[in-house]
C-alpha cells in the first residue's frame, strides 16, 4: 500500500509531465518547471505563469538557492544562467535549516542553554518621557 508521501510524489510527477516545461536545474539536482501553456489570464487579470521546484532528495525550502528563489517568485522573469550566479569570495556553501534540531541557534539565556544570561553590564540606560 502506497503511503501519502509515496501519492503526492506520484501526483507531482503526473502533474509535472503534463504542463510542465523543464527550465533548469541547480547544484544540488533541484529541477525547475514552467506552465509549458505560458501565463494564464485570470479574472483579477493577473497574468503569471505557474512556476515550481521538484526536489532532489529531501523536500526543504532553504534548499532552493537564492537565484533560483527569485525566479520562482516573479522578482525576475529570466532563469539563472546554466551553473548559478557567480560565486563571491565572501558567501558562504549551504546550510540547510536547522530549527527543530539539536544544531539550531540558542542564544545566552535560553532554557537549553543552562536558563542564565551575563547581568547587564550598565551599558543600557532605560528611556522615559519628559
Do not use: C, I
Request: glycine content about 10%; aromatic content about 10%.
Amino acid at each position: 500500500m502506497a503511503t501519502n508521501r509515496d501519492m503526492t510524489s506520484l501526483g507531482t510527477k503526473l502533474f509535472t509531465w503534463l504542463n510542465g516545461e523543464p527550465v533548469g536545474s541547480d547544484a544540488q539536482g533541484n529541477k525547475y518547471f514552467r506552465d509549458k501553456r505560458g501565463p494564464l489570464k485570470r479574472r483579477d487579470s493577473l497574468r503569471r505563469e505557474r512556476r515550481w521546484v521538484v526536489y532532489a532528495g529531501k523536500v526543504e525550502a532553504s534548499r532552493v538557492p537564492p537565484d533560483w528563489h527569485a525566479w520562482l517568485h516573479h522578482t525576475t522573469d529570466d532563469p539563472p544562467p546554466e551553473g548559478g550566479t557567480p560565486r563571491r569570495v565572501w558567501m558562504k556553501e549551504h546550510q540547510p535549516n536547522q530549527t527543530g534540531t539539536g544544531e539550531a541557534y540558542r542564544p545566552p539565556g535560553h532554557t537549553l542553554e543552562g536558563g542564565r544570561r551575563d547581568r547587564a553590564t550598565g551599558d543600557y540606560e532605560a528611556w522615559s518621557p519628559e
